[in-house]
T-cell receptor
Framework: QQQVKQSPQSLIVQKGGISIINCAYE??????FPWYQQFPGKGPALLIA?????SEKKEGRFTISFNKSAKQFSLHIMDSQPGDSATYFC???????????FGQGTRLTINP | DAGVIQSPRHEVTEMGQEVTLRCKPI?????LFWYRQTMMRGLELLIY????????DSGMPEDRFSAKMPNASFSTLKIQPSEPRDSAVYFC?????????????FGSGTQLSVL
């Protein structure tokens, strides 16, 4: 119940295209859903986050779409750029258990 | 602020040796986390401190692993004795919120190789 399932494992997108990464969860106690971006040799860094009381959050080219009834959320990267090539992790936070659970990660490659 | 500082960046050791990883969290942060990252298991939370007190160590794989936080600016993760299956990247992260886990700031990690 504490798992977050992320797909796909890897993704290749052409420059200018839309990158979409999906996550699903089971535990309805999760109340905060961040996305982290990790470049090679670095630790993950918070990219964007959403709470379940809204269905969408947009920051620049990055958008989180959240479907509470389906218990799914996704990251959309518009106009994908080679600099977006990184590993992306979705996560879910359970305030009661004070636990942040990460998905398995998606390695995104943007071809120039 | 220099961010979360981890040392060493790389550690190569032989099976059976003791390994100590070090972490300096961001000044003023009151929560500290140790994660392990592998291809097979992704990012796993090992242990979490709040105000220097261990809150949840359920992710520590075995008694060979131990972590301490003697003060607000320093933490260690020790593996004794080390085994090849401990090879991974170990991350330390800190956060400001009392609840913890909402916005983590990660260090650059320690790449551990146990031969």
């Amino acid at each position: 119940q504490q798992q977050v399932k992320q797909s796909p494992q890897s993704l290749i997108v052409q420059k200018g295209g839309i990158s979409i990464i999906n996550c699903a969860y089971e535990n309805t106690a999760f109340d905060y859903f961040p996305w982290y971006q990790q470049f090679p040799g670095k630790g993950p860094a918070l990219l964007i986050a959403i709470r379940p009381d809204v269905s969408e959050k947009k920051e620049g080219r990055f958008t989180i779409s959240f479907n509470k009834s389906a218990k799914q959320f996704s990251l959309h990267i518009m106009d994908s750029q080679p600099g977006d090539s990184a590993t992306y992790f979705c996560a879910a936070y359970n305030q009661g258990a004070q636990k942040l659970v990460f998905g398995q990660g998606t390695r995104l490659t943007i071809n120039p | 602020d220099a961010g979360v500082i981890q040392s060493p960046r790389h550690e190569v050791t032989e099976m059976g040796q003791e390994v100590t990883l070090r972490c300096k969290p961001i000044s003023g942060h009151n929560s500290l986390f140790w994660y392990r990252q592998t291809m097979m298991r992704g990012l796993e939370l090992l242990i979490y401190f709040n105000n220097n007190v261990p809150i949840d160590d359920s992710g520590m794989p075995e008694d060979r692993f131990s972590a301490k936080m003697p003060n607000a600016s320093f933490s260690t993760l020790k593996i004794q004795p080390s085994e090849p299956r401990d090879s991974a990247v170990y991350f330390c992260a800190s956060s400001l919120t009392i609840r913890g886990g909402e916005k983590l700031f990660f260090g650059s990690g320690t790449q551990l190789s146990v031969l």
